[in-house]
């Protein structure tokens, strides 16, 4: 099973600023096949990138996937208030589909 | 698309429940579906997945023989039976629409709101 560790665990910025989060996993996914999510308090998971890299429908530019091998990350451009939630890496390059822990990105 | 589960709730230890996803706004049938459980409070973990066709059924080691995924394309409605249920088990549960035919190599598109089970004595 591959593991994916997220860091940092929690990333506190203010509005505008760059978020920027890694996703690495335990061995290397040769398709990029890495996508993340993003979760609000109460709500349920969103897709937002698939493919290491490709938006997903209704995905603002904003947000933006690049990585490769065993690291990817997840760049925020500038932060809208919306933006303040919880961000899951997930690999589907081999079974079982495995999530990373989790980067929570909060208001400073 | 829309996806919405039921049949979470609290139950004992050893005991059994189904859930079930009433999936709208796509052809159902021609998509793999999976469960994808949180903890409270906690991260993600995928539970199972079933193919378009119900030909390639998978399980996290964690429910193996213990969950049972399937799907009836008529009702366009995706279930989970679960039994010898534990505390560990509880947590919200998500129905997931996965990518076309193919349960392999799947990211996650649409979720549904999610049902809480609580397994507890």
């Known amino acids: 099973e591959i593991v994916l560790t997220q860091s940092p665990g929690t990333l506190s910025l203010s509005p505008g600023e760059r978020a920027t989060l890694s996703c690495r996993a335990s061995q290397s996914l040769p398709s990029t096949y890495l996508a993340w999510y993003q979760q609000k308090p109460g709500q349920a998971p969103r897709l937002l990138i698939y493919?290491?890299?490709s938006r997903a429908t209704g995905i603002p530019d904003r947000f933006s996937g690049t990585g490769s091998g065993a690291h990817f990350t997840l760049t925020i451009s500038r932060l809208e208030p919306e933006d303040f939630a919880v961000y899951y890496c997930q690999q589907y390059d081999s079974s079982p589909l495995t999530f990373g822990g989790g980067t929570r990105v909060e208001i400073k | 698309v829309q996806l919405v589960e039921s049949g979470g709730g609290l139950v004992q230890p050893g005991r059994s429940l189904r859930l079930s996803c009433a999936a709208t706004?796509?052809?159902?049938?021609?998509?793999?579906m999976h469960w994808v459980r949180q903890l409270p409070g906690r991260g993600l973990e995928w539970v199972s997945s079933?193919?378009?066709?119900?030909?390639?059924?998978a399980y996290a080691d964690s429910v193996k023989g213990r969950f049972t995924i399937s799907r009836d394309n008529a009702k366009n409605s995706l279930y989970l039976q679960m039994n010898s249920l534990r505390p560990e088990d509880t947590a919200f549960y998500y129905c997931?629409?996965?990518?076309?035919?193919?349960?392999?190599?799947?990211?996650?598109?649409?979720w549904g709101q999610g049902t809480l089970v609580t397994v507890s004595s």
């Open positions: 079933i193919s378009w066709n119900s030909g390639t059924i």
């Open positions: 997931t629409k996965g990518l076309e035919y193919s349960s392999s190599y799947n990211y996650l598109d649409s």
């Open positions: 493919g290491a890299s």
């Open positions: 706004g796509f052809t159902f049938d021609d998509y793999a």
